[in-house]
Nanobody, 124 residues
Framework: QVQLVESGGGLVQAGGSLRLSCAAS????????MGWFRQAPGKEREFVAT????????YYRDSVKGRFTISRDNAKNTVYLQMNSLKPEDTAVYYC?????????????????WGQGTQVTVSA
């Protein structure tokens, strides 16, 4: 099992930046594919970004490409989401997630562990 704890959310103006962190404890962090999802009020949870075990392969939803960067530090058991040029439509609760498989995926049901979420609010 792995426990995930997100931090770094908050209120920011449009055009600003935030960096989310997700600290993992439990089994070997480097054995998990990691991902970020988000959920806005009244909407379904949606994929944001994913990164493979080594950190050498990443994938993003189209609306965040060029603005968000996912990275990981396996020595620190932490995955990050750097968010730049934030827009009001990025407002959501952001969730860190871990998958015991090998290949990164955009499908929520294929992830095995989830954090409690951190709120990101972008004002116009």
């Amino acid at each position: 099992q792995v426990q995930l704890v997100e931090s770094g959310g908050g209120l920011v103006q449009a055009g600003g930046s935030l960096r989310l962190s997700c600290a993992a404890s439990g089994r070997t962090f480097s054995s998990y594919v990691m991902g970020w999802f988000r959920q806005a009020p009244g909407k379904e949870r949606e994929f944001v970004a994913t990164i493979n075990r080594s950190g050498g392969n990443t994938y993003y939803r189209d609306s965040v490409k060029g603005r968000f960067t996912i990275s990981r530090d396996n020595a620190k058991n932490t995955v990050y989401l750097q968010m730049n040029s934030l827009k009001p439509e990025d407002t959501a609760v952001y969730y860190c997630t871990a998958e015991e498989g090998v290949l990164p995926t955009t499908i929520p049901s294929q992830y095995d562990y989830w954090g409690q979420g951190t709120q990101v609010t972008v004002s116009a």
